[in-house]
Structures are given as C-alpha cells and as structure tokens.
C-alpha cells in the first residue's frame, strides 16, 4: 500500500464483504473467498498469484499501472475511463465507485467548532504545525507522533467515527488531496486543497466539477493565510459555489453488487 488513504479504502471495500480476517502471510499461504489488492508495487505475477488463490479477486489501481490477470479492476479515478485499457477484467470506474466508510455515510450535520487540518495520515510535507500558529482555531488530524507532539490541538490517530465527528464539526478543511478529500466532499465540507503526492492529480476535476476553489502545489503560509480569510469572509458564497457534493456514498454497494454477479 501507499498511504493510509490506500488502507482505508481497502478496508471499507473488505468491510462491505465481512471479509476483513486475514493478513497477507495467512492469505498467500491459503486459498479465500475474496481478496482485495491495492498495491504500487506488486508485480504481474504477485497478482496472478493472488488470483489463482482466490475465488474472486478485486484490483484496486490508480493510473492503469500494469495489465492485470482475471477478476475486478476498481479505478475511481475522473478520468478512468479514458485511462484504463483493461483485457482481462471487469472494470469498475469512476468516482461511482468511491468507497466511503459507514462512519461517514452515517454522520449528520453538527455546529462548526474550528477549521480542519488534515494532511495525509503522516504529513509527510510536515506544515500542520506551521499553519496552525496562524490566527485561527484550528484542529490538527495525523497519525504521525512528532507532528502531534509539535502541534497544539491535535486529534491523533482517531477512530473513523471520532474522524467523520471532526469533519462534520469543520467550517473549513485544509486537507490533501488523498481519500480524506472525497470524504469531505460527501459531508460538503469547504475545503481547501494541498497537492501532497504526484497521484492526487484527481483534485483539479475536483475545481472544476465545484468543489474546491483553492489548491496549492507548494504551501505559502501567506497565501494561505489569504485564502483562509477569503473562504470565511466569504462563506455563503464557498457554500452555493464550491461544495458541490460529487461523491454519493454508494460507491462500496456498486463494487459489492458487481462483484456478486460474477
């Protein structure tokens, strides 16, 4: 895997089937009713591997990365179906199969309390706390220990439900552009986005579907300072214009019911 955002969509995928039980050694040691691969790395014959010790296999992929041998291909990308070009499996592809977790599916509106830093799981550009001594009350997300020590007011490594509560109480997010933005996006939270990785291209068609009006590359605390002002002196207008929701929360139910009917 390749981020936390990586384990979690797994997980919620695996969740959907009762499936979550075994670890890699166990799996690749037996066979089982279903697996879930989400890898940069593994090769073709890992995956045919996986395949053949599996009654039914689920490829999750980013960028059409390899060929891949029999089973379900998962590509929630925009542009997936321009992208993927896919013999041997049944592609599923698109944002209509984003999976998102119950936690979030279940969480409804709360007051907003503070403006939401989440970076990734580790921040691996390690800004949360240099834009948290900015001038607004902020509530930092991570899982990386150093950042929660650095930081004020932290919630680390929380549990999904305590996770989709933070969002829901946000006036604002600064987040990555990894999973936690379609999360964000399903509750139509404002957000703000910072391209930590060279996979979240995703969040340009992101602008350009409505949700989202700032996007950094390279973070200026300056110039975010300025979009952050911009957002919450203008918030009735963030809300009509920039939280279009595009994510609908059946994505796990569509992977779920595509795969059954094979």
Same mark, same amino acid.
């Given at each position: 895997?390749?981020?936390?955002?990586?384990?979690?969509?797994?997980?919620?995928?695996?969740?959907?089937?009762?499936?979550?039980?075994?670890?890699?050694?166990?799996?690749?040691?037996?066979?089982?009713?279903?697996?879930?691969?989400?890898?940069?790395?593994?090769?073709?014959?890992?995956?045919?591997?996986?395949?053949?010790?599996?009654?039914k296999v689920?490829?999750?992929?980013?960028?059409?990365?390899?060929?891949?041998?029999?089973?379900?291909?998962?590509?929630?990308?925009?542009?997936?179906?321009k992208i993927v070009k896919q013999k041997n499996t049944i592609n599923?592809?698109?944002?209509?199969? +984003?999976? !998102?977790?119950?936690?979030?599916?279940?969480? #409804?509106?709360?007051?907003k309390k503070h403006i939401l830093i989440i970076l990734g799981g580790l921040d691996i550009k390690n800004i949360s706390c240099e834009i948290e001594k900015l001038p607004f009350n902020f509530?930092?997300?991570?899982?990386?220990?150093?950042i929660a020590k650095k930081c004020k007011n932290v919630l680390f490594n929380p549990s999904a439900k305590a996770l989709a509560k933070a969002f829901s109480e946000s006036i604002l997010a600064i987040s990555a552009a990894g999973m936690s933005l379609y999360e964000l996006n399903y509750l139509k939270i404002p957000t703000i986005a910072i391209k930590v990785a060279k996979n979240q291209?995703?969040?340009?068609?992101f602008k350009k579907r409505g949700f989202i009006k700032g996007i950094f590359?390279? +973070?200026? !605390?300056?110039?975010?300072?300025?979009?952050? #002002?911009?957002?919450?002196?203008?918030?009735?207008?963030?809300?009509?214009?920039?939280?279009?929701?595009?994510?609908d929360g059946y994505g796990v139910k569509r992977i779920k019911e595509a795969v059954e009917r094979l």
């Open positions: 895997t390749y981020g936390l955002g990586h384990l979690i969509r797994t997980r919620t995928i695996a969740k959907e089937f009762g499936e979550y039980k075994e670890s890699i050694n166990n799996f690749l040691a037996k066979k089982t009713n279903i697996a879930i691969v989400d890898s940069y790395k593994a090769k073709y014959l890992h995956y045919e591997k996986i395949a053949k010790l599996s009654k689920i490829f999750l992929d980013d960028y059409n990365r390899i060929e891949y041998p029999r089973g379900v291909l998962v590509n929630m990308a925009f542009n997936a179906k599923l592809l698109g944002i209509d199969y +984003v999976p !998102i977790r119950d936690e979030f599916l279940n969480m #409804k509106s709360s007051d509530l930092v997300i991570t899982a990386n220990k150093q291209k995703g969040v340009y068609e590359e390279k +973070v200026n !605390i300056k110039e975010l300072e300025k979009s952050i #002002k911009w957002h919450l002196n203008n918030y009735d207008k963030v809300l009509n214009r920039y939280t279009k929701r595009l994510i």
